[in-house]
Antibody
């Protein structure tokens, strides 16, 4: 079935980097944008950015622009999100999600990963 | 950035109630608006896309309406499974943004 499956939980120290994977299956990988959304404990959803798995083109939220990189490996049907210079306030569940409308970045998110908990602690 | 303001932030309701949640955008989003449902410890699920289109598999008691800057999500007859937090999201402009959420509680 159509799904995206994320890598497991991470524990990092402040200043470190984390790289989360998002592996897609059940659909044509290069047809649908992947977006990343995070959620701090007890808080709402926060959009981080979007990547075109076909071209590798990205657009990041200004808040993360200088610390985040989203990349794709089409042979592995996997998208990666790396966040650098981690701070305590980066502790959150990170989600990848598929754009519903294939080939269009202006789309809602219909398939979500299970989430990856990133704990930042000294 | 386009700000999305949801109201109310918390809503107390009973099974069988009709529930309406509002999402106001700081500028027009041209119907590029979605609604999601999230339950504790779970990923969000898409309910409504493009302001008023029901996602496949979502019960017909969920309805989305509105245009421009004001949108609503209506649950016609609240069911026990509907107690959750609901978010709107605009995808008209970058950065995409979410509303602050509305928790529907008993």
């Amino acid at each position: 079935q159509v799904q995206v499956v994320q890598s497991g939980a991470e524990v990092k120290k402040p200043g470190a980097s984390v790289k989360i994977s998002c592996k897609a299956s059940g659909y044509t990988f290069t047809n649908h944008y992947i977006q990343w959304v995070r959620q701090a404990p007890g808080l709402g959803l926060e959009w981080m950015g979007i990547v075109n798995p076909d071209s590798g083109t990205t657009n990041y939220a200004p808040k993360f622009q200088d610390r985040v990189t989203m990349t794709t490996d089409t042979s592995a049907r996997t998208v990666y999100m790396e966040l650098r210079s981690l701070r305590l306030e980066d502790m959150a569940v990170y989600y990848c999600a598929r754009g519903r409308n294939g080939g269009n970045s202006r789309t809602s998110l219909d398939i979500w990963g299970q989430g990856t908990m990133v704990t930042v602690s000294s | 950035d386009i700000q999305l303001t949801q109201s109310p932030s918390t809503l107390s309701a009973s099974v069988g109630d009709r529930v309406t949640i509002t999402c106001r955008a700081s500028q027009a989003v041209n119907n590029w608006l979605a609604w999601y449902q999230q339950k504790p410890g779970k990923a969000p699920e898409l309910l409504i896309f493009d302001a008023s289109n029901l996602q496949s598999g979502v019960p017909s008691r969920f309805t989305g309406s509105g245009s421009g800057t004001e949108f609503t999500l209506t649950i016609s007859t609240l069911q026990p499974d509907d107690f959750a937090t609901y978010y709107c999201q605009q995808y008209n402009a970058y950065p995409r943004t979410f509303g602050g959420g509305t928790k529907v509680a008993i």
